[in-house]
Every structure is written in C-alpha cells, then in structure tokens.
C-alpha cells in the first residue's frame, strides 16, 4: 500500500493511493498515519481490504498539499558514510561499524515543503536517502529477519545538511543536520511488501534540472537488516520511527572547488524507485 497525509499543515488526512493513481480518503477509517496505525496489524488489514474493495472515497488532487506521510514520528536515527561510492567521494574510509547520529523530529517536512537555508549558511548540501519506517517494539534483534519483519515501510528522505555547521563547528554532527526544514519526507509510506528487496533500489537527485546522485541502495555498506538490527542494540525503536540509512555519491561536498552547494531559489528533486518523487523550492531563512 501507498499510505499517505494531505491537506495543510497540522490539518493533513490520511489517504491512499490504489494501484491506479487515484487518490483515496482513509479518514472514515484511521484518524491518522501514525504509530497506533503501524502497530495495529488489524487496523491495518481493514485498509487493504476496503483498498481492494474500490469502496474508498475518492480526492480531488488538484492543488491538495502532501504532507509527510507519517504523524508523531517518534525519532530519527541516521547513518552516516553508508555507501561505498559516497566514502570514496569525501575521501573517507568505510566505517567498521555503522555510523550513527540523530535528527530531531521537528526537522521533517512534506516533499513539497519550502527548504529553508539557515542563516549564515554557505554550505547547504543534498542527500537523497531510503527511510525505514518501523512498525513494531525491537530491542536487541539478532537476525536479519528478525529486523526485516520490524519494518513497517519506506519512504523517499532529503537529509538536507549543512556541512559547515556539521564538520566545521566543533562538536557532532547534529549542528548541521538538525536545522528547520531538514528532513523532507515522503510523499508515500509504501509497506513493506511492496519492497520484496530494499538492497535493489535506485536512488536519483537533480538540482536545477541536472542530475547530481545516481545511485542504487546495492552500494550500501550496512544493508537494511543490518542496520536495524545494529541500532536495536543500542536503543529500543518503537512503531513511528525512522531510519535514514545514509546517501550515495553525488553530494556538493564531494564535488572540486568551487563545490556547488544550495543557495535560495535552487530547485531540488529527488526519487527513489517506486517509492515516488520530492521537489523543493529552497528560501532563505
């Protein structure tokens, strides 16, 4: 299933959409895309049923906004250096063990959405990132398959970033990954078994109409599996959260001088196979 949220900010519906393209209204079923929802294999099932039914209301699309397509995301986990391609661009080693940081929920934004540069900003960058979306409690997971049955689904991620604040400031990462605006997300939660392999993915990334990342989740360091089942030693993840699972090469910061990172006006697009397509306008802040 394509799981869904629109309308304006902080008054988005759940929706769906069918095997069509139409859109379709789930408000006279959940109240919400959210946790309780991911959680609730019954609840669950009662939207694939009516979805195969064809009894859903439809929505008129036109000038309707897509919000995020999760509510009351519980946390971000990220991992940092992920993919081969991308640690040969910055001139890293991979990483023994995956790399973690956090971005706050607060940072998430429709795919859609205005992306703001931050004040004193000169090094904006992009990243196209696979979210996981997770679906049950695990603590502690010690198989892949174990992992792989937590996952409730996945989404397309810009994990905007602002390498200056990031590398440059002193202390972790969160500086300059944690700015408004710095996770748009979606427009779909695609379930899970739409995605028989989340290693076979591609990942693409245009600013201003011309490619920067071109990339396959194949190229992953830590595959999926691996990476839920690592966090999961380390923190409790619950229904509602979300992994991002780091982005392939074709970053500004990878790029010679001068590198040509985001300024306002720039458009960015992004997509992953099957899991639909971003575009952000980005403004000063």
Known sequence: MKLLRVGTVGAERPALLD?????????????????ALLAD??????????????????????GLRTGPPLARIGKIVC???????????????????PILFMKAPDTVVGPEDTVLVPRGSVKTDWEVELAVVIGRTARYLE????????????????????RAFQIERG???????NCETFNPLGPWLVTADEVPDPQALGLRLWVNGE???????????FPVAEVVRYVSRFMTLYPGDVINTGTPAGVAMGRPEPKPYLRAGDVVELEIDGLGRQRQVLKDA
């Open 143 to 162: 198989s892949d398959d174990e992992a792989l049955a937590a996952v409730a689904g996945y989404a397309v991620a810009h994990d905007v970033s602002e």
């Open 211 to 221: 490619l920067q990342q071109d990339g396959t989740t194949a190229e992953q360091i």
């Open 19 to 35: 095997g069509t393209g139409v859109l379709r209204d789930l408000s006279g079923l959940v109240t919400d895309i959210d946790p």
């Open 171 to 177: 202390g972790q990462w969160d500086k300059g990954k």
């Open 79 to 97: 991992i940092g250096l992920n993919y081969h391609d991308h640690a040969r661009e910055t001139g890293a080693a991979p990483p023994e063990e």
């Open 41 to 62: 294999d019954a609840a669950l099932a009662r939207i694939r049923t009516a979805a195969a039914s064809g009894d859903l209301p439809p929505l008129d699309s036109a």
